[in-house]
């Protein structure tokens, strides 16, 4: 080993607390890249095959009854690779011990042949005895929420008749990764269960013997989408067809991809503002490094080192702080993109994880890390090549300060010398002083972006359930319904309130865009489940015209005034033109609403609803339950309070794990920051210091004036950190942004307040660290010395 | 009878590093009394610094006794000697030790804000003959000079004794007159007790008492009659 590397490792032992520093910011934008892109990679992969394994289908669609002859048409489709016929019905359960009704969705497993698509992955148990009229599989999360084993019971209402089923498997499905019930926002497996029965038993409850209601393909490589959409909507559109779609449009695999969107986001965002930091660190701690060792570097010179080799001697210093960064990053990382790929893989019940190894994010993460680390050395490094030997080996000339006022305004009745000292230091270190409150402001902002996600959601909660839908339950029928069951539901026991709401499948065309929705027909007083609009207010219907979702009014371009096509896809499936005349705020899906009665007219049909809003008096929810139950033509039953409990569950769970991550990541970057420049202006000021403890000063007040600098600047920081996190909040708003799920951007004033507090303490963390330093300052030897 | 300042008995102090054990003070008895100017000579390594930081609180003996009037110096802690030092005590270093970002007025601001009973800056850069540059900053300011408001800033409290290690040592004959002619002014106006070490045997001649320091052990005491003035010194 050359003695240059010795004198390497030496200076490393040395600064090791500051090289750990260092190395921690870095290593806190390795492990973003990595987490972000690789659990990112690990859930796409596991998706992809789980998707291959199991033949999920790429086209969709529902028909009210198609005859089993109608299946080698579709099979002859150009591009139609194979073709999976079956029956699914949604129907209500009844199961003991639960008093409010569930939702089951019912498929039929085929009995001659084997499931070519969407096959299931066998969890427990075995496939039902074909012909058997009991047994069923059930998905894996409806049965462990309920406690079922195989053997348990419980019952259905089939096409209006109740049936005893009895659980011989449960499964898992790609077509259902994340299983939402008819009327919910989010998947609650113990309202709402996949069922798996066998096709016999099912075609007879629905009097679909040689028929089927749903059907799903697979496309050959290459083929177009839309036009196999096309020739089937042709061949089903007679037998009820409610328009087909393709993965888009899917629900399951439609959420899967905003999540899978976000983390994607996430590693765009988050991983540059700790490389500007780290390369900021790097600059500061190896520019003073460098001056303390001028003399060194001097001697060097004078010996015939070349300059080339003096400058490597610092740039590996860099590297190796790189490097410990990269190597704890890269674990950090991996660990934390194991437990979110875990998370987010029990959240969307995946049969099995793919944790991705790939080397490229390493060699990516390292290669920026590298680069941030060399690009922040890059000052240092030229500095030293600068010097010549002879004016090296010299004191650097005493620094120059200036007077902020003219001598003869004298501040010391004003300011303590010890404030005068610190304003001074601030003039004579602009750059310094900007890029540490920079870091210090970036610590704050990713704060304010972890915590604002809480402020956002309690925003959307209010809007979507105690502005918007009032109601305290939604009962869905499978078909369409005469208007005169509205009436029947409000004489259910308890029902305080009704409101109808009748949905049509739509294609809404404006220009060249088009997006396949459901147009919603509300009563035009509608009082439980209400409009409001982007002002936040409820709005009345208009007569004529559509009130959209303001996210539907900017994928399509339009504006209010606007007259857009709609596809009718039920009933006559007409094509017809309707203005715009309202836009909506909601934060769910895309959608569009018209008064009921001009629906009815655009439809020529008698008013006809899908669905009642219900009020029900919660004193006599038992007695309304057990009526629903025995209602043959519910298919659903959506009640709000659950799915508020829902969402919130799953906002908690996902807003307390980000929020942790990233707050962590911040208090490194504000521990970071803030100990390093402690740590520099003490190696600088060590001797201003001692000379106080020598003149009297208790150590107290030496470590005050030694941080008073960094406490102002801490403090500045945070206006500008604020504003950093609003910025990064409105990025992370614009990226969150989707057809599915969009939120408006709400920073309470606490979650500034928060997000300063959790700085300041990290600030104060590493002013105790520091302090033990100032405490074994060695007096004598300090003064002893030449500066 | 003479007020004793510092009374020390016995007083040891021994550097251990490593394996090896240096004994800088090796039993040291003196006592030094009020108003005195004394001159501390020996080579390097004598003992006389030592003596010096232990005098100032900015180090502790090993074994034996010194005290500062009636209060033990060597029984105080860290926090006891930081009060000692701030009402006591003025230093005087080779090296000016000024902060380079506080003016001349500014820097003996520093000990008056947290003295008890201090002059002002003014009066105390007037007393060393730097009434005109008080704004100027250090690196504005000649070595002399440098040293002067090093001085002032060390007698603004008032203190009672001035410990002054090698003063004129980074200074040339001229200028490293004016910083003894200085110190002597004080003493003569102030009465302040002033030990004085230097390894330019020429200063001696200006103080009451010269201590000869070897091996940690004072070898010689000479007393002057009557002192001679700064102006005569020669280098």
């Not at chain 1, 040689?210 to 697979?218: N, T």
């Not at chain 2, 008995?9 to 005195?36: F, M, N, P, Q, S």
């Not at chain 2, 209060?71 to 802690?77: A, V």
């Not at chain 2, 730097?130 to 409290?157: C, N, T, W, Y």
Request: net charge neutral; proline share 4%.
């Amino acid at each position: 080993m050359s003695v240059l590397d010795l004198k390497l490792l030496r200076d490393l032992k040395r600064l090791w607390a500051q090289v750990l520093a260092i190395a921690l910011v870095i290593a806190g934008g390795v492990a973003t890249i990595i987490l972000a892109v690789g659990s990112h990679h690990s859930l796409d992969e596991t998706r992809i095959a789980y998707y291959e394994r199991f033949g999920f289908a790429d086209v969709f669609a529902q028909v009210r009854r198609a005859p089993n002859a109608v299946i080698p048409q579709i099979e002859q489709i150009p591009g139609v690779a194979a073709v999976e016929p079956r029956i699914a019905q949604l129907a209500l359960l009844d199961i003991p011990d639960f008093r409010e009704p569930a939702t089951g969705q019912f498929i039929s497993l085929p009995e001659k042949r084997e499931q070519v698509l969407n096959r299931l992955f066998m969890r427990e148990g075995r496939m039902p005895e074909p012909g058997n009229e009991q047994e069923v599989i059930v998905t894996e999360d409806f049965a462990s929420a309920h406690g079922f084993t195989l053997g348990s019971r419980f019952a259905a209402i089939l096409n209006g008749r109740k049936r005893e089923l009895v659980i011989v498997g449960t499964a898992l499905s790609p077509e259902f990764i994340f299983a939402v019930g008819p009327g919910d926002i989010m998947p609650d497996s113990r309202r709402f269960g996949v069922i798996w029965m066998p096709e016999r038993a099912l075609a007879a409850a629905y009097n679909l013997k040689d028929g089927f209601s749903s059907v799903s393909l697979k496309l050959m490589p290459g083929a177009s989408e839309r036009e196999v959409i096309q020739r089937l909507d042709d061949i089903l559109e007679r037998y009820g067809g409610r328009a087909a779609y393709g993965r888009k449009d899917q629900t399951s695999h439609a959420w899967l991809n905003h999540e899978l969107d976000m983390l994607n986001n996430m590693s765009r965002t988050l991983p540059p503002i700790f490389l500007i930091v780290a390369a900021f660190l790097v600059n500061l701690t190896l520019g003073r490094l460098v001056a303390l060792q001028r003399e060194q570097v001097g001697l060097l010179k004078a010996l015939g080192y070349a300059n080339r080799v003096i400058a490597a001697h610092y740039v590996k210093f860099v590297l190796i702080i790189a490097v410990i960064g990269i190597v704890i990053g890269s674990a950090v990382g991996t660990w934390l993109g194991i437990s979110v790929t875990k998370l987010f893989g029990s959240f969307f019940r995946f049969p099995f994880l793919l944790f991705s190894r790939d080397v490229s994010t390493y060699l990516i993460g390292a290669a920026l890390s590298v680069a941030a680390s060399v690009v922040g050395a890059a000052r240092a490094v030229r500095d030293v090549v600068r010097l010549l030997p002879a004016v090296a080996m010299q004191a650097p000339a005493p620094p120059q300060f200036r007077h902020f006022l003219p001598a003869s305004l004298s501040f010391d009745r004003v300011v303590s010398q010890s404030t005068v000292m610190m304003f001074r230091n601030i003039s004579r270190h602009p750059f310094r002083t900007a890029f540490t409150t920079l870091g210090i402001a970036f610590a704050t902002g990713i704060l304010v972006v972890s915590l604002f996600t809480r402020d956002t959601m309690n925003v959307l909660i209010d809007v979507t359930y105690f502005l918007a839908d009032r109601q305290d339950a939604t009962v869905s029928f499978g078909e369409r319904r005469s208007a005169d069951v509205v009436y029947q539901i409000a004489h259910l026991p308890g029902v305080l309130a009704v409101e109808s709401s009748r949905e049509v499948p739509v294609r809404i065309r404006y220009g060249t865009v088009e997006r396949r929705i459901l147009l919603n027909g509300k009563p035009k007083d509608a009082e439980l489940s209400r409009i409001i609009d982007v002002e936040l207010h409820p709005v009345t219907l208009p007569q004529d015209g559509l009130a959209i979702s303001d996210m539907l009014a900017r994928i399509l371009g339009v504006h209010v005034g606007d007259v857009v096509e709609i596809d009718l896809l039920e009933g006559q499936n007409r094509t017809v033109t309707v203005p715009i005349a309202a836009t909506v705020e909601d934060y769910f899906g895309i959608r569009a609403m018209m008064d009921a009665k001009a629906l009815s007219v655009l439809m020529r049909e008698t008013p006809a609803v899908n669905s009642v809003h219900v009020s029900v008096d919660a004193k006599e929810l038992d007695s309304f339950y057990d009526r629903i139950k025995a209602m043959p033509s519910i298919s659903g039953l959506a009640l709000q309070r659950v799915s508020l409990a829902n969402f919130r569950e799953a906002v908690a769970l996902l807003v307390t794990m980000m929020a942790g991550i990233y707050a962590g990541l911040a208090a490194v970057i504000a521990f970071g920051v803030v100990y390093n420049n402690a740590r520099i202006s003490l190696s600088e000021h060590a001797r201003d210091l001692a000379s106080l403890r020598v003149l009297g000063f208790t150590r107290g007040e030496v470590l005050r004036i030694l941080l008073l600098e960094l406490a102002l600047l801490t403090l500045i920081a945070q206006p500008p950190g604020w504003a950093i996190g609003y910025g990064l909040a409105w990025i992370m708003k614009a990226q969150l942004a989707g057809e599915l799920m969009r939120v408006r951007l709400v920073v309470e004033h606490f979650t500034f307040a928060m997000s300063s507090v959790i700085v300041i303490a990290a600030a104060l963390l590493s002013a105790v660290i520091v302090r033990s330093r100032v405490y074994a300052l060695d007096l004598v030897s300090v003064l002893k010395t030449r500066d | 009878m003479k007020e004793t300042v510092f009374s020390a008995h016995g007083l040891t102090k021994v550097y251990t590093t490593g394996e090896v054990e240096v004994r800088a003070l090796a039993g040291l008895d003196l006592d030094i009394w009020a108003g005195e100017v004394v001159v501390l000579l020996g080579p390097s390594g004598s003992g006389k610094s030592t003596l010096l930081n232990i005098m100032g609180g900015l180090d502790q003996a090993t074994s034996g006794t010194l005290f500062f009037k009636d209060q033990e110096l060597t029984k105080l802690d860290d926090r006891g000697l930081t009060a000692y030092r701030r009402r006591h005590v003025g230093f005087v270093f080779q090296f000016y030790n000024l902060l380079p970002s506080l003016t001349a007025l500014e820097n003996v601001a520093l000990v008056t804000e947290i003295a008890v009973n201090p002059m002002t800056p003014s009066e105390s850069l007037a007393l060393v003959g730097l009434q005109d540059r008080m704004h100027h900053f250090p690196a504005q300011l000649s070595g002399g000079e440098q040293q002067r408001v090093a001085i002032a800033r060390a007698i603004a409290k008032r203190p009672e004794v001035l410990l002054c290690d090698e003063p004129t040592g980074a200074l040339d004959s001229k200028t490293g007159i004016k910083v003894i002619e200085a110190l002597l002014s004080v003493n003569e106006q102030l009465g302040t007790t002033t030990v004085i070490i230097t390894h330019n045997a020429n200063i001696q001649g200006v103080a009451d008492r010269v201590l000869f320091f070897a091996d940690g052990q004072i070898s010689k005491v000479q007393k002057n009659e009557t002192r001679r003035p700064s102006a005569e010194v020669t280098w």
